[in-house]
């Protein structure tokens, strides 16, 4: 029956291994991309420098703005002209008859106001648009949130089915064992002389069966990491370092296994002896 506990905390532990690793990621790339996320504001050409600053002081006001960055046209100019390879033959004639308008590059405290934000910057008299990856970016950013909230909830599930699966083989343990611990109940045994094996046993039995998948996490990520990193281009769609992700996520495993044990075997020796 330990075996077969320990067999069952081993698979249980892999997939939460598995499901936490997705988890974990997916939040990571989700925090990536709302902090990647922001709103570009034109103004218009014919104002005023002071207006343009104006407009600055109007958007940093405004609720759910972290930060307002002001671009002057030359230096919309200057952008424009970086971003071809032959940018400066193209537009650098037109240095002197600027036909941008200054820009403003927004920041929102968070990702789920991006919409209102924009709207509420376009009102503005002297915007002439503002862009921020529209309905596509909040697909993006729900559907991520969506799979933190289901992975963690599967986790959770899998947690409680190992403590289960713990919890009947201590009593099974228990149950062969009813002589001798009737006997030192009689002798005067404390109640937690008694369940303290049973407690260290359910330990053991969780960190036996943690070996397996952090094996599987430590090797298992890193090769997933070398095999698709190359494969993700960009700053934004990035996975988590190996190290120390890998370490702290092992012992998070071993962690949870010993954990998962030992309110196992407490559970069920207290049901026992009812306490």
């Not at 709103?39 to 002081?57: C, F």
């Not at 303290?196 to 070996?211: D, Y």
Request: aromatic content about 10%; glycine content about 8%.
């Amino acid at each position: 029956m330990s075996f077969s506990s320990i067999f069952a905390v081993m698979i249980t532990l892999v997939l939460i291994g598995s499901i936490g690793i997705l988890a974990l990621n997916v939040q990571h790339i989700t925090v990536t991309v709302e902090d990647s996320v922001r709103v570009y504001v034109k103004l218009e050409r014919e104002l005023e420098s002071s207006d343009e600053v104006a407009i600055g002081v109007l958007i940093n006001e405004m609720d759910n703005v972290a930060s307002a960055t002001y671009y002057t046209r030359d230096e919309e100019l200057t952008k424009l002209i970086e971003n071809y390879e032959d940018g400066a033959e193209l537009f650098e004639s037109y240095r002197d008859d600027n036909p941008l308008g200054a820009a403003y590059d927004v920041e929102v405290t968070d990702a789920s106001y991006i919409d209102s934000v924009a709207q509420e910057i376009e009102e503005i008299v002297g915007v002439s648009s503002t862009t921020y990856g529209g309905e596509s970016t909040n697909n993006l950013i729900d559907t991520m949130e969506y799979v933190r909230t289901g992975g963690t909830i599967f986790i959770v599930g899998l947690v409680l089915i190992a403590m289960l699966l713990i919890s009947n083989t201590i009593k099974i343990t228990i149950t062969t064992r009813q002589t001798e611990i009737s006997i030192m109940r009689m002798v005067g045994a404390s109640n937690w002389y008694i369940r303290l094996p049973f407690m260290l046993e359910g330990m053991l039995i969780g960190l036996l069966g943690s070996i397996i998948p952090i094996l599987f996490v430590v090797y298992g990520y890193t090769f997933m990491y070398d095999a698709f990193a190359g494969m993700i281009s960009g700053n934004i769609i990035t996975l988590l370092e190996p190290m120390p992700f890998v370490v702290d996520f092992s012992c998070l495993l071993a962690l949870l296994g010993a954990g998962v044990g030992f309110i196992g075997s407490l559970v069920s020796i207290r049901k026992f002896l009812k306490f």
